[in-house]
Antibody, heavy 119, light 108 residues
Framework: QVHLQESGPGLVEPSQTLSLTCTVS??????????WNWVRQRPGKGLEWIGY???????YYNPSLKSRIIMSLDTSKNQFFLRLSSVSAADTAIYFC???????????WGQGTLVTVSS | SYELTQPPSVSVSPGQTARITCSGN??????ANWYQQKPDQAPLLVIY???ERPSGIPERFSGSSSGTTATLTISGVQAEDESDYYC???????????FGGGTKLTVL
């Protein structure tokens, strides 16, 4: 069974860069044709797609966040990463990593990690 | 930007049928997926590819899609079904992912 686990600082100062890691177990991130996503949920709000990285390393980002996002992956560690720069209080949210593919949708999610942007 | 529209809230009594709609211009061409989210939990996939139910999801959950509207139906609603529900799909080029705004299902 595939398991995803987010990790990273729970507190980031304004204007700094938020960096998160998603560690995948029970399956390889470099096979199967899966997209490895980041999704966030601001307090009391709905789900917001941030972007994904495909197993080949190609990426696609939410246009509203595109200028501040970099996603990458490390196949040797079976991990993928999110970097969100120039953060503000509006980036305070629970950040989820999740796996999807057209025929499976988002059938595997991490538990989520709360990131607070504050000085 | 592409959007999916859901009603903010739906209320039903136990045993009744709940229907939650999701409207979007590309739904005639793209699948709709549905997620249940309870407080402090990650979303759980309950319907994918418009009508498919993952293993372990009760049969009372079903999905349909017609034109620009997809519908999640919960038959014989139980108290445990009280949750937020989100639809999700892709844009016409199948590159963007998008979530609906979410619907809070209240079981009276």
């Amino acid at each position: 069974q595939v398991h995803l686990q987010e990790s990273g600082p729970g507190l980031v100062e304004p204007s700094q860069t938020l960096s998160l890691t998603c560690t995948v177990s029970g399956g390889s991130i470099s096979s199967g044709g899966y997209y490895w996503n980041w999704v966030r949920q601001r307090p009391g709000k709905g789900l917001e797609w941030i972007g994904y990285i495909f197993e080949t390393g190609s990426t696609y980002y939410n246009p509203s966040l595109k200028s501040r996002i970099i996603m990458s992956l490390d196949t040797s560690k079976n991990q993928f990463f999110l970097r969100l720069s120039s953060v503000s209080a509006a980036d305070t949210a629970i950040y989820f990593c999740a796996r999807d593919r057209e025929d499976t949708a988002y059938n595997h999610w991490g538990q989520g990690t709360l990131v607070t942007v504050s000085s | 930007s592409y959007e999916l529209t859901q009603p903010p809230s739906v209320s039903v009594s136990p045993g009744q049928t709940a229907r939650i709609t999701c409207s979007g211009n590309t739904l005639p061409k793209q699948y709709a997926n549905w997620y249940q989210q309870k407080p402090d939990q990650a979303p759980l996939l309950v319907i994918y590819k418009d009508t498919e139910r993952p293993s372990g999801i009760p049969e009372r959950f079903s999905g349909s899609s017609s034109g620009t509207t997809a519908t999640l139906t919960i038959s014989g609603v139980q108290a445990e079904d009280e949750s937020d529900y989100y639809c999700q799909s892709s844009d016409s080029t199948d590159t963007f992912r998008v979530f609906g705004g979410g619907t809070k299902l209240t079981v009276l």
